[in-house]
């Protein structure tokens, strides 16, 4: 398990949640895996496990992946915090907004 904080950026006016590299090869996320979504009030988790939610999937390189998370909803999860915790297992990734 792994966990770090990161600042939220922007794209045409909504927010951006972006985590690449080896933040997520290390904790088995490679490009082209599959991420499921799901929102429980301010967690965002992104699972390998097949559900109902939202499905995205790891761009990048096999030597960089990116997970690249925008647009209104983002917005809207983040509020009007400007960060968020990312903590990694081997199948999930959790995201929580923070104030910094």
Avoid: Q
């Avoid at 301010?42 to 390189?61: E, M, N, W, Y």
């Amino acid at each position: 398990m792994s966990s770090f904080t990161l600042k939220s950026g922007t794209n045409k006016g909504n927010r951006r949640i972006w985590i690449e590299g080896d933040r997520l090869a290390s904790a088995g996320f490679n490009r082209g895996t599959f991420l499921y979504r799901t929102i429980s009030g301010s967690v965002l988790t992104l699972s390998t496990v097949p559900a109902d939610g939202r499905k995205h999937r790891i761009a990048g390189t096999d030597a960089r992946p990116i997970l690249d998370l925008c647009g209104k909803w983002v917005t809207e999860f983040m509020g009007n915090r400007s960060h968020f915790t990312v903590t990694t297992t081997d199948s999930t990734i959790t995201i929580e907004p923070v104030s910094l």
